[in-house]
């Protein structure tokens, strides 16, 4: 009964579905100061984890890799035989992701700016997934390179999607800009058009839009 205390939701879910590997907490670790905290959570990686098993994925392309975390949980649900993509455009942090993925033959970092890095990846489409956790001016930009790369049936995946909640409150925070705000509510509504998507928001701590490809 103690053991089933927590002082948050959080906590709760996390101390039972937020196992982490032992590469995963390294690169967790390696992030310090203005890079900390902004990987996923663990129980986020898995509903990602869970996503790829479940949606038979095997090519799988990220943007934004920070330290390689997500890349590191992704990789760990694929077959064998299966590659992940992950894009990241800041030099330092395409370097620590190098270093803490080094392990992981499935992974392969593409360093430089996505929106000139997808296009060096279309001579290997369809892929299987795509998923969004960068720059949220650009995510309508993924979303169009997404509906032309992705197999039908596969999975689109943006992070961050609740935008700190201000997609649905009526007055902006001041820390959104009204660009992102835009953005992020444009590809909300995108995703989830039912007569091209099944998707849905799954409310974790920043908002994860999930959809399937219908078309
Ligand atoms: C939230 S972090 C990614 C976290 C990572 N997915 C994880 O969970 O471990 C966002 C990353 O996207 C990168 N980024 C931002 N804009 C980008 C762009 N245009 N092309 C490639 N990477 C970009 C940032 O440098 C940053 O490292």
């Known amino acids: 009964m103690k053991d089933d205390i927590f002082d ?3 906590d709760y879910i996390r101390a039972l ?3 982490e590997t032992a590469a995963q907490k390294s690169a967790r670790e390696s992030l310090t100061g203005a890079h900390d905290g ?3 959570h663990a129980e986020e990686a898995r509903t990602l984890q869970l996503l790829i098993r ?3 994925i095997r090519m799988i392309v990220e943007i934004g890799t920070l330290g390689g975390y997500s890349a590191l949980a992704m990789a760990a649900a694929l077959p064998d035989d299966g590659r992940l993509w992950t894009l990241e455009k800041d030099p330092a942090r395409a370097a620590l992701a190098r270093s803490n993925t080094a392990a992981e033959k499935r992974i392969k970092i593409i360093e430089g700016d996505a929106r000139e890095t997808l296009r060096t990846l279309e001579s ?3 892929f299987d997934m795509i998923f969004i956790d960068a720059d949220k001016l650009n ?3 993924y979303l169009d390179w ?3 790369h992705v197999r039908k049936g596969g999975l689109i995946v943006g992070d961050n999607t609740l935008l700190f909640d201000a997609v649905w409150m009526q007055e902006r925070p001041p820390r959104v800009r009204d660009s992102a705000l835009q953005a992020m509510r444009d590809f909300n509504r995108r995703l989830a058009d039912p007569d091209k998507y099944l998707g849905t ?3 974790t701590a920043e908002g994860m839009t999930i959809a399937q490809k219908l078309f």
Do not use: K
């Open 54 to 56: 479940l949606g038979d």
């Open 201 to 203: 928001l799954l409310p």
């Open 146 to 148: 997404a509906e032309t």
């Open 38 to 40: 902004i990987s996923l």
């Open 8 to 10: 948050s939701r959080e």
């Open 124 to 126: 290997q489409a369809p």
């Open 17 to 19: 579905f937020g196992r």
């Open 139 to 141: 995510y309508a930009y």
